[in-house]
């Protein structure tokens, strides 16, 4: 339904990750080896074709989306000390740190290059604010991290930032460029903001439950880095006295031996926190679905719900 839009973004986006400069394209060219869903940018092109646009801006705009969501993940992955990204060795594994965060400005400095060739202010406006809001989503996590105090609330702020902010501009300036009205624009805001919390709360879930080869990552990471996400907010929400003083020691303090994984795991499954998790992202799915009742019954609108319902049941 989209192939021939998303064909033309893949190429949008080889072509403004070149350089005169060699390790650039060859460091981008190793991200575009790793594949990746595409997600971001194909929900721009599936917003512009469910409002009914027959330009051609929304190319351009979902290769930005990408360049913004890669530059992020450059630069988290020397945040993380990430060593894998969608099973193949990550940039600042191969490339070093270096150079990754270096790369990853040059990928925001192309994606505003995008949006100003676009023209639009309030597309600029979207996507710049969205591009702030991710850095600040960032950042709060930095601080929440070996936080046992972590709220709830906090962690949705954390998640809203550094995840939906991006789902929710990406799908916001399909809807602008086909010169919507703003009741529809604000409605895929939702959809693409409640689809984001959806997929980072299953995301953070498939850290404690998912097949390592499957996941493309290294499961545990989010144990092993003191990340307070939300199974770990749930497993301590109902913890005894013996399992918050684990909680306390391996994400509190940082002290991991190399059996403390499987402990945590146990823990989890003991408060049922997984599956939880996945539930209260099925609330935020069926809650973005509901957001697009603002668009009449159409096969774009159908394969948007369906990509939102496949969020909680996918393993990767």
């Not at 003083?245 to 190399?258: K, L, M, Y």
Request: hydrophobic share 50%.
């Amino acid at each position: 339904m989209l192939e021939p839009e998303l064909l033309a973004t893949n190429q949008a986006i080889i072509a403004r990750m070149d350089s005169p400069v060699a390790l650039i394209p060859q460091l981008a060219a190793h991200l575009v080896a790793a594949g990746g869903k595409r997600l971001r940018p194909l929900l721009t092109l599936a917003a512009a074709k469910l409002c009914g646009y027959e330009g051609a801006r929304q190319i351009k705009l979902a290769a930005c989306v990408e360049f913004i969501h890669t530059a992020t993940l450059l630069h988290d992955d020397v945040v993380d000390e990430s060593v894998l990204r969608r099973g193949f060795a990550s940039a600042n594994a191969v490339f070093g740190n270096k150079a990754s965060v270096l790369v990853g400005d040059f990928l925001f400095a192309r994606a505003f290059e995008l949006m100003v060739e676009d023209g639009s202010l309030e597309v600029l406006r979207i996507l710049c604010s969205a591009s702030a809001t991710i850095a600040e989503g960032e950042v709060l996590q930095l601080t929440t991290q070996n936080d046992l105090s972590t709220t709830e609330q906090k962690y949705f702020d954390v998640i809203r930032g550094k995840t939906a902010a991006l789902f929710a501009a990406a799908c916001e300036v399909g809807g602008v460029i086909a010169q919507r009205p703003a009741a529809q624009t604000a409605a895929l805001a939702q959809f693409g903001m409640d689809l984001g919390m959806a997929f980072q709360l299953v995301d953070d879930a498939l850290d404690y439950a998912a097949d390592e080869a499957e996941l493309g990552k290294t499961v545990g990471d989010d144990f092993r880095e003191g990340k307070l996400t939300y199974p770990v907010l749930l497993a301590i929400a109902g913890a005894d006295a013996r399992e918050l003083e684990f909680w306390t020691r391996t994400i509190g303090e940082g002290e991991q031996s190399e059996t403390d994984l499987a402990t945590a795991l146990a823990f989890m499954q003991r408060h049922n926190a997984t599956q939880r998790s996945i539930a209260r992202a099925d609330a935020f799915v069926e809650s973005a679905c509901a957001a697009l009742a603002a668009f009449p019954e159409s096969p774009m609108r159908t394969a948007l719900e369906d990509v939102a319902r496949y969020t909680t049941a996918r393993r990767f």
